[in-house]
């Protein structure tokens, strides 16, 4: 599914305006959705960044919702509900950027040769433990294919050298991600 530049700032927008609401502690907006791309089921992800610098990144890994409710709830969410950050404060909202990460079906990998980093993200499950990057990630730290895996366990509460482990289970997919800049 590729999103049109239409539908890329219709979900920017549903992003904005539902911490808007909730900051201004009025009732977050009734969703009026006219492309059937942002009805369907997909994992999104939103990332919020204040001045360059994450501020809150939450989102549904597998397809639970349609497009459109999951932003908007992931917006919430990033904003107030990311454990890594304190909730957001109105003074804060005018310095924010977002980002939206619309994401494709997981693939299991058995060779980690087929991880493409820039193009792929990496979700980790070992035994109760799982980590997700987005593919976006290892773009900003400049990380190589190995380093990437080794963060991907690091956030899964992992050893470095867990995706080597047989038990592990490594799987890739892509994100359309797009938002507006700092």
Excluded at 101 to 116: G, H, M, T
Excluded at 131 to 151: H, I, M, S
């Amino acid at each position: 599914m590729e999103l049109t530049d239409k539908e890329k700032a219709a979900l920017l927008d549903i992003a904005k305006k539902a911490i808007a609401a909730k900051i201004n502690h009025q009732e977050i907006p009734e969703l009026k959705i006219d492309s059937e791309n942002l009805k369907l089921k997909r994992g999104a992800f939103v990332t919020l960044k204040k001045r360059g610098q994450l501020r809150g990144c939450i989102g549904y890994i597998k397809a639970v919702k349609p497009l459109g409710e999951t932003v908007q709830e992931m917006a919430v969410a990033a904003a107030f509900h990311d454990p890594r950050f304190p909730s957001l404060k109105p003074d804060e909202v005018q310095h924010l950027s977002f980002e939206i990460s619309v994401l494709s079906p997981f693939k299991r990998v058995k060779d980690i040769n087929e991880i493409e980093v820039g193009k792929h993200g990496l979700y980790i499950i070992h035994g109760y433990h799982s980590g997700l990057l987005l593919p976006q990630v290892a773009l900003e730290y400049g990380w190589d294919r190995e380093t990437f895996l080794k963060e991907t366990c690091h956030k899964a509460g992992l050893p470095p050298q867990a995706w080597t482990d047989p038990e592990t289970e490594i799987y890739i997919f892509s994100a359309d991600y797009f938002g507006d800049t700092d």
